[in-house]
């Protein structure tokens, strides 16, 4: 894993915050008032979401967790073995009355239970991975895969609903930490939008007077930076928002298939299983 995005996104933060204090705070500056409160606040609260997003443990499976899937596994298989053995032999008896007029009575029973055995374990498997249920194991990490577990190649573990590894955190973003990363963005796209607005002043300000060309192209730079920025991050907090409200990774929604198990249990729902069940707490940094 490389820290260099990393740094590159603390630089990012730094212009943003200097050129923005500098001409916007600073000059306006005749003490703390609610904005400026309400607004480094916001800042802090960004800051701390990008700090634990950084260092959480996404979603480290647990030999607890191991043990339960190989059970379940077994379990699952032995019940689908017995359920299509009982079906096999409910067909073989329907199928020894269809054929108890015909001269060749006993060659086409057998034939037909030799069709159904060879179609035993295709049978299986098939309603296994209709079910989200089959046997997935990752020989990288040597356990189980248990349902909605990937294996990230760059944090080369295996994490339990691992959404995506993102380069800016340099970390993956899974069960563990996944609420943090959504306040993170969250916060992140409060902060653009109101630096976006307020800082339009500034910009049409530096247009119509006559400024210094570095200080002009400084101005300019910032700006569209800024509105470049907005665009894309509150896209991004939108589209995850969307996934929560479906129960959904991004992983899942790219490799969405009609086969694929369904975990949406209702909007409602699906926000409390992410975020937790109390809402006074949801955009708070805390697990």
Request: hydrophobic share 40%; charged share 20%.
């Amino acid at each position: 894993m490389s820290w260099i995005p990393a740094i590159i996104l603390l630089g990012i933060l730094i212009f943003i915050y200097s050129i923005y204090f500098v001409f916007n705070i600073q000059p306006n500056f005749e003490g703390f008032n609610l904005e400026i409160v309400i607004q480094h606040l916001m800042i802090f609260m960004f800051l701390i979401s990008l700090l634990r997003a950084m260092i959480l443990e996404p979603g480290a499976i647990c030999q607890e967790l191991i043990d339960e899937t190989w059970k379940q596994w077994d379990e699952y298989q032995q019940q689908e073995k017995e359920r299509l053995t009982e079906q096999r032999q409910r067909r073989s008896q329907r199928s020894v009355k269809t054929f108890k007029t015909e001269n060749d009575e006993d060659r086409s029973v057998v034939n037909m239970d030799a069709d159904e055995n060879l179609d035993d374990d295709y049978n299986i498997k098939k309603d296994i991975n209709q079910k989200g249920i089959e046997k997935r194991f990752c020989k990288k990490c040597c356990i189980p895969k248990p349902l909605r577990t990937h294996h990230c190649s760059q944090c080369r573990c295996c994490w339990q609903r691992m959404d995506h590894h993102c380069q800016w955190i340099n970390n993956c973003v899974a069960k563990d930490n996944y609420k943090i990363f959504i306040c993170m963005i969250f916060y992140a796209s409060c902060l653009l939008v109101w630096v976006s607005i307020s800082q339009y002043r500034i910009y049409i300000n530096v247009i119509e007077t006559d400024m210094p060309d570095l200080i002009l192209f400084i101005i300019v730079l910032h700006y569209y930076f800024i509105l470049l920025i907005t665009v894309l991050i509150n896209g991004f907090f939108i589209f995850h928002l969307y996934l929560i409200s479906q129960n959904k990774t991004t992983l899942e929604q790219l490799e969405d298939k009609p086969d694929r198990q369904n975990y949406n249990q209702g909007i409602w729902q699906n926000f409390k299983s992410v975020m937790g069940s109390n809402i006074l707490l949801w955009f708070l940094p805390i697990k």
